[in-house]
């Protein structure tokens, strides 16, 4: 176990640099193509491809080497600069990089089933595959306030094509878990789209909606969608209320909701069981 938990770490390190270089590919893209329909073409921008070229530094795009692309503890080692440029390299890289790190292998420990144990680690590595690119939505979220499609369709279609599979091969009663899902997602992004319609888009934004797909797919519970709504109104209320109370209101406005909604998720995907369970104890249900 504990050498599973390292190499699940080491994993996560190398992805999260994977999704910062996605992160900053996809922005990339999206200012070449502006420039494009502006007719402004700058070469610098929009020539990236997202899966392919070697990674190089934001700032003088020069060609990184092996040495520069150490998770973490190359940052460290250059102190947080570039060796080419010497321009700042901002702390995203290697928080993402940890955060991915620990995200692989405390899913892995605190998984509630065994992995071995009837297709769990078919589920496993469903939800370690779409946390990468819940990740990069994360990011982009909090840095541009956007959830790009570009993401969230191919992490819809590893969280869906994973469960289906589950549940085809490894559920006894197909039929009631097809609905749970459909159910869990309508709670998970239902809630969200009738938000969206009621205000016309000014309290939440369709990303959000179309990441509920996402969301109740991996939770495929309606209780635990419902959990995770709650948990991530709890956690964006307390990062938001200290910037109300001292009459930053702009903040507030300028704080996406994607990044809590998808950390809630982890939340219930990794303890929703017991946490449902010490909830019903509470109330004695
Ligand atoms: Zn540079």
Same mark, same amino acid.
């Given at each position: 176990?504990?050498?599973?938990?390292?190499? &699940?770490?080491?994993?996560?390190?190398?992805?999260?640099?994977?999704?910062?270089a996605?992160?900053w590919r996809l922005h990339e893209q999206g200012i070449g193509k502006r420039q494009q329909a502006t007719g402004k073409r700058n070469l610098n921008h929009g020539d990236l491809s997202i &899966?392919k070229g070697r990674s190089m530094c934001p700032n003088c795009r020069h060609q990184l080497?092996?040495? %520069?692309? $150490?998770?973490?503890?190359?940052?460290?080692?250059?102190?947080?600069?570039?060796?080419h440029c010497?321009k700042?390299?901002?702390?995203?890289?290697?928080?993402?990089?940890?955060?991915? @790190?620990?995200?692989?292998?405390?899913?892995?420990?605190?998984?509630?089933?065994?992995?071995?144990?009837?297709?769990?680690?078919?589920? #496993?590595?469903?939800?370690?595959?779409?946390?990468?690119?819940?990740?990069?939505?994360?990011?982009? %979220?909090?840095?541009?306030?956007? &959830?790009?499609?570009?993401?969230?369709?191919?992490?819809?279609?590893?969280?869906?094509?994973?469960?289906? $599979?589950?549940?085809?091969?490894?559920?006894?009663?197909?039929?009631?878990?097809?609905?749970?899902?459909?159910?869990?997602?309508?709670?998970?992004? @239902?809630?969200?789209?009738?938000?969206?319609?009621?205000?016309?888009?000014?309290?939440?934004?369709?990303?959000?909606?179309?990441?509920?797909?996402?969301?109740?797919?991996?939770?495929? %519970?309606?209780?635990?969608?419902?959990?995770?709504?709650?948990?991530?109104? &709890?956690?964006?209320? #307390?990062?938001?209320?200290?910037?109300?109370?001292?009459?930053?209101?702009?903040?507030?406005?300028?704080?996406?909701?994607?990044?809590?909604?998808?950390?809630?998720?982890?939340?219930?995907?990794?303890?929703? %069981?017991?946490?449902?369970?010490?909830?019903?104890?509470?109330?004695?249900?």
């Amino acid at each position: 176990m504990l050498l599973i938990s390292i190499i &699940l770490f080491i994993l996560g390190l190398g992805l999260g640099s994977f999704v910062n270089a996605l992160v900053w590919r996809l922005h990339e893209q999206g200012i070449g193509k502006r420039q494009q329909a502006t007719g402004k073409r700058n070469l610098n921008h929009g020539d990236l491809s997202i &899966l392919k070229g070697r990674s190089m530094c934001p700032n003088c795009r020069h060609q990184l080497s092996a040495l %520069d692309l $150490v998770p973490v503890i190359s940052w460290i080692l250059l102190k947080g600069h570039c060796r080419h440029c010497g321009k700042t390299i901002s702390k995203q890289y290697p928080a993402v990089e940890l955060a991915m @790190g620990f995200i692989f292998a405390l899913s892995y420990i605190f998984w509630p089933a065994a992995p071995h144990f009837n297709g769990q680690w078919l589920l #496993l590595a469903t939800w370690l595959t779409a946390s990468v690119g819940l990740m990069g939505l994360a990011v982009y %979220d909090i840095r541009w306030m956007i &959830l790009p499609n570009k993401i969230i369709y191919p992490t819809l279609a590893v969280a869906a094509a994973g469960r289906a $599979v589950y549940i085809g091969v490894f559920q006894g009663r197909p039929g009631h878990a097809v609905w749970l899902w459909a159910l869990s997602v309508a709670i998970a992004s @239902g809630i969200f789209y009738i938000l969206y319609t009621f205000s016309q888009g000014k309290w939440i934004g369709f990303g959000d909606v179309r990441l509920g797909l996402v969301t109740g797919t991996l939770l495929s %519970d309606p209780y635990k969608s419902l959990g995770m709504i709650f948990v991530s109104s &709890l956690l964006g209320t #307390l990062f938001v209320l200290p910037h109300l109370i001292t009459n930053k209101k702009t903040m507030a406005s300028k704080t996406p909701y994607g990044p809590f909604l998808i950390a809630a998720t982890g939340i219930f995907v990794v303890f929703g %069981d017991s946490l449902i369970t010490w909830y019903k104890n509470l109330f004695g249900l």
